[in-house]
């Protein structure tokens, strides 16, 4: 008996099958988690460019048309790809001065895959952006997608990222929408 037992420990043929038989998940476990990493953090950055090109086509403009929201909403999509752009909900607001600091009202409101803000409704907006009694306005982006990663071998469920990006309209105190 003692003679097998030392047979078996001198013995080295397998030594190399059974480390990688030890190894070989974590490495397959590190390749799919940087995997879902950067496709989450690669969504997360197309989440936030949409906000950001949203309010800013909106804000170069002096007026807006149903059509030329839906080029925009056309375009933001294509922003979003290789990712599913039904799952992404954008809402571009005019907010304007509404004479209280740190509030604004809103003049109008369009969507996609979401829901519209009220006309008139008091929205809560960082301190400054409009100037109280200014009379002017500021377009304001949200963008709330849900990331599902292809994998799903450590995200299983969805993660929600949101992003909200303010323009000020550059060639009138407010951008219309006819």
């Known amino acids: 008996m003692l003679k097998r037992l030392r047979r078996f420990q001198r013995a080295r043929e397998g030594l190399a099958a059974v480390e990688f038989a ?22 997360r950055s197309r989440v936030n460019d949409v906000a950001a090109t949203a309010a800013d086509l909106v804000a170069q403009e002096t007026s807006v048309s149903n059509s ?21 909900q954008i809402v571009i607001t005019s907010l304007v001065d509404s004479g209280n600091a740190g509030s604004a009202k809103v003049a109008w409101s369009d969507e996609q895959n ?6 008139n409704a008091t929205v809560a907006i960082p301190a400054g952006l409009i100037t109280a009694g200014s009379g002017g306005s500021v377009i304001m982006a949200e963008v709330t997608y849900t990331y599902t990663s292809p994998t ?27």
Do not use: W
């Not at 490495?27 to 953090?41: P, S």
């Not at 839906?70 to 752009?85: C, E, K, Q, T």
């Open 152 to 178: 799903m071998v450590f995200l299983t469920g969805g993660i929600t990222m949101t992003a909200t990006f303010y323009s000020k309209p550059r060639r009138s105190l407010t951008v219309t929408h006819s």
């Open 68 to 88: 030329d929201m839906s080029n925009v909403f056309a375009a933001l999509n294509s922003i979003m790809y290789p990712f599913a752009d039904s799952g992404a």
């Open 22 to 43: 030890l190894v070989a998940p974590l490495l397959i476990a590190l390749f799919f988690g940087a995997i879902e990493l950067t496709q989450a953090v690669d969504c």
């Open 114 to 119: 979401s829901t519209a803000r009220t006309v």
